[in-house]
């Protein structure tokens, strides 16, 4: 659960941890965090209840998460990808998957309204038509 006070729009964020991340998410906390928590670098600062331990021993500051996240990306798919790419993934393919519930997009990106979320509908949109016309041109079946 995220707070109000953590959260980009000021509003509470509860959310299921998927059960295919609980045993990662116990080690972490039961081994490598503790491990982490205790080194004493050149930045160390006490990390307190805060989730991400950087190798000095302090909380990892939001660009430093933005940085790991474009390392490892970078590492498993040859390009960078930026954390807000994982939002604008989530609605595009939910715009696709499920067009009739694509509304469920707005509170689950912690959008005020849907019309921030609609413009993923509209990309998701645009991009399946792009699809079958180049089906068409070359011939070939479109497989939404």
Same mark, same amino acid.
């Given at each position: *659960?995220? &707070?109000?006070?953590?959260?980009?729009?000021?509003? $509470? /964020?509860?959310?299921?941890?998927?059960?295919?991340? !609980?045993? @990662?998410?116990?080690?972490?906390?039961?081994?490598?965090?503790?491990?982490?928590?205790?080194?004493?670098?050149?930045?160390?600062?006490?990390?307190?209840?805060?989730?991400?331990?950087?190798?000095?021993?302090?909380? *990892?500051? &939001?660009?430093?998460?933005?940085?790991?996240?474009? $390392? /490892?990306?970078?590492?498993?798919?040859?390009?960078? !990808?930026? @954390?807000?790419?994982?939002?604008?993934?989530?609605?595009?393919?939910?715009?696709?998957?499920?067009?009739?519930?694509?509304?469920?997009?707005?509170?689950?990106?912690?959008?005020?309204?849907?019309?921030?979320?609609?413009?993923?509908?509209?990309?998701?949109?645009?991009?399946?038509?792009?699809?079958?016309?180049?089906?068409?041109?070359?011939?070939?079946?479109?497989?939404?």
């Amino acid at each position: *659960m995220l &707070e109000e006070s953590e959260t980009k729009t000021h509003q $509470l /964020h509860e959310a299921l941890w998927p059960l295919d991340l !609980l045993e @990662p998410l116990q080690a972490y906390l039961s081994t490598h965090r503790p491990l982490l928590a205790g080194l004493s670098g050149r930045w160390t600062q006490p990390v307190g209840d805060l989730l991400w331990v950087s190798s000095d021993g302090s909380p *990892m500051t &939001e660009m430093a998460i933005y940085d790991r996240i474009r $390392l /490892h990306t970078k590492d498993a798919f040859g390009e960078p !990808l930026n @954390p807000h790419l994982f939002r604008d993934a989530a609605a595009t393919t939910l715009a696709i998957a499920d067009p009739e519930h694509v509304r469920v997009a707005a509170p689950l990106l912690g959008h005020r309204s849907f019309a921030t979320t609609e413009k993923y509908y509209q990309q998701a949109t645009a991009m399946q038509a792009h699809r079958a016309y180049v089906a068409v041109v070359f011939g070939e079946e479109y497989k939404p």
